[in-house]
């Protein structure tokens, strides 16, 4: 939690304000962490104040947080001796496929293809690399013609 962006220290917990990555229950993935949604969101204390379920919620929420850089997550989990020594093999199976598995859904989200009507030749798209945004070279009655494709047609 000390590598998160802002650090945990500037949180202490004797004020009991929980920094913006702390998981209040109302986060997207909230409810997919299975049993520990149970308990509801974890009260901001020290880890080895809350009860497993919460260690859980509040762990995936730091990894939430620092989805977009998961080779430094991996980096960090190595060379901490004190998670090694506490880690069962078993655990440690678990935590690499939750990393891969965050790391697959990046990957599909920033790698989406733009779907293109083949019926319409000539229509070039002018995309930027920013998401969702794409300027067309063609004026609206050729897009008016590819929204009549066939689903079927579609190409991604």
């Known amino acids: 939690m000390q590598h998160c962006k802002p650090p945990q220290r500037r949180f202490p917990l004797e004020k009991g304000l929980a920094p913006p990555w702390w998981p209040n ?3 997207i993935w909230w409810g997919e962490q299975g049993v520990s949604q149970e308990h509801g969101p974890p009260p901001y204390r020290k880890p080895h104040d809350l009860k497993k ?3 859980v919620s509040s762990l995936a929420a730091v990894i ?3 989805v977009p850089n998961l080779d430094r997550v991996r ?4 060379q901490s001796k004190c998670l090694q020594d506490k880690m069962t093999a078993k655990e440690t199976a ?3 496929k939750v990393v891969n598995q ?3 859904i990046l990957q ?3 790698d989406q293809k733009p779907i293109s009507c083949p ?3 000539g229509t070039t798209a002018l995309h930027s690399n920013e998401k969702r945004k794409c300027m067309f070279d063609d004026d609206c009655s050729e897009l008016d013609r590819c929204s009549t494709c066939s689903s079927k047609n579609f190409k991604q």
């Open 25 to 27: 229950g109302n986060e």
């Open 53 to 55: 379920a919460w260690i």
């Open 64 to 66: 939430k947080h620092m």
């Open 75 to 78: 980096r960090l989990v190595k």
């Open 94 to 96: 678990i935590w690499s």
């Open 102 to 104: 965050e790391e697959a």
């Open 108 to 110: 599909l989200i920033t």
């Open 119 to 121: 019926e319409i030749a």
